[in-house]
Structures are given as structure tokens and as C-alpha cells.
């Protein structure tokens, strides 16, 4: 089992960038699979990037695409979301999750683990 605990989410104006982290403590962190997914107030959960347990293939929302990136450090059993040019339409709660199947892209039903989320909001 692995526990996930996410950090970085605050407000931030337009244009602006920030960085989430999401550090895993358990099993051993390159058995997972990691996607992060966000929520907005009255939507539905959403798919933002996710990768493989290697790292080495990410995919990302068309909406996001060329503004964010996800990457990990195995060493610090830490998945990351670079998130640049940010838009209000990126104002949500920020989850991270883990499958130990070897990818599950945007397959939300897939991911085993999840963490209890950070807030983003961008001011206009």
C-alpha cells in the first residue's frame, strides 16, 4: 500500500506558474503508475497528466497540453505537476494517484491510491 500526501497548491494570478508535489511513503515508489487529476467546485473529477511506472511515456489532458508537465525523482518518492501560464479555468483540487498497473493514463477507475488533494486558484 502507499500513502500520498500532495503540497504546493495556493493562489496565484494569471500567467503565473506553480509547482505540486506529491510524496509517496509505502512500498517502493517505481511500482507505480502516478496520475494527477483535479476537481473544480460543482464539476466533475477531471484527468490531468499522468505517466508510467517508469516515467519514461506521460499523457496529458488536451486542455492542459503544452502548459503543464509531470515528472517524478524515484529517489524521492515524489511525482511532480509543473503547471505554467496558468488560466482561472485551472482553479481546482489537485489530486495525485497510484496504480501499480505498469500505465492507466485517464482511466480514473484504475488508480488504487489517492491523496486527499491540494487547492490551486488562479485570480484573473
Known amino acids: 500500500q502507499v500513502q500520498l500526501v500532495e503540497s504546493g497548491g495556493r493562489l496565484v494570478q494569471a500567467g503565473g506558474s506553480l509547482r505540486l508535489s506529491c510524496a509517496a511513503s509505502g512500498r517502493t515508489f517505481n511500482n507505480y503508475a502516478m496520475g494527477w487529476f483535479r476537481q473544480a467546485p460543482g464539476k466533475e473529477r477531471e484527468f490531468v497528466a499522468a505517466d508510467t511506472r517508469s516515467g519514461g511515456v506521460t499523457i496529458y489532458a488536451d486542455s492542459v497540453k503544452g502548459r503543464f508537465t509531470i515528472s517524478r525523482d524515484n529517489a524521492k518518492n515524489t511525482v511532480y505537476l509543473q503547471m505554467n501560464n496558468l488560466k482561472p479555468e485551472d482553479t481546482a483540487v489537485y489530486s495525485c494517484?497510484?496504480?501499480?498497473?505498469?500505465?492507466?493514463?485517464?482511466?480514473?477507475?484504475?488508480?488504487?491510491?489517492w491523496g486527499q488533494g491540494t487547492q490551486v486558484t488562479v485570480s484573473s
Open positions: 494517484a497510484a496504480t501499480e498497473k505498469f500505465y492507466a493514463g485517464n482511466a480514473e477507475g484504475s488508480y488504487n491510491y
